[in-house]
């Protein structure tokens, strides 16, 4: 059963989404928050498998709130999808930054939401929905890349390859299958280098691989 923690300030919209959510067997709301600051105390209070964080909310904001939960080593297994009104909202991006493991905007469809939630909580294929690549791209090519540090310089050349791959939102299967690779040797692959370079999920090294310049938006489909 995949425990989820509902954060928004819309009663509307936190009842659409645990109608959506509470008919799927395998998924069930255990809590609602209407602000920021209650979402980071349901979380450590109930340690729920997945919260979905509006990003603008009273009190504590989303982006505040996620990286509160994403910096607390007490909810290292809890992760966060960021909810919003735009698909492109600069908000998004510091909160990939903080540590939010996925990014929806609020009209997806019930299936992609299910969806995400599945994904998510198993720390699988983050970037699954287009519109968090198109996002990922065009805010990480705005930001000042720094050096390459001495945790990057410590992977393989696989585990390079691999980075770059997940950066490009492949799956585990999927960079099994373009590296001619078997899907736990992929797997073994990612864990290694999330272990190397201290990052809690493959938000992390998505956002990593872009500020590190180890590739360069849209370079997967060029």
Known sequence: MIRVLLADDQNLVRAGFRSILSDEDDLEV???????????????????????????????????????IAGDPRLDTVKVIILTTFDLDDYVYGALRAGAGGFLVKDTEPAELIHAVRVVARGDALIAPSVTRRLISEFAGRVKRPEP?????????????????VAGGLSNDEIAAKLVLSPATAKTH????????????????????YEAGVITPGWLTS
């Open 30 to 68: 255990v809590a609602e928050a209407g602000n920021g600051a209650e979402a980071v105390a349901l979380a450590r209070e109930l340690r729920p498998d997945v919260v979905l964080m509006d990003i603008r909310m009273p009190e504590l904001d989303g982006l505040e709130a996620t990286r509160r």
């Open 149 to 165: 540090g001495p945790e990057l310089n410590a992977l393989t050349e696989r585990e390079r390859e691999v980075l770059a791959l």
């Open 190 to 209: 990612v864990s290694r280098i999330m272990t190397k370079l201290r990052v809690r999920d493959r938000a992390q090294l998505v956002v990593l691989a």
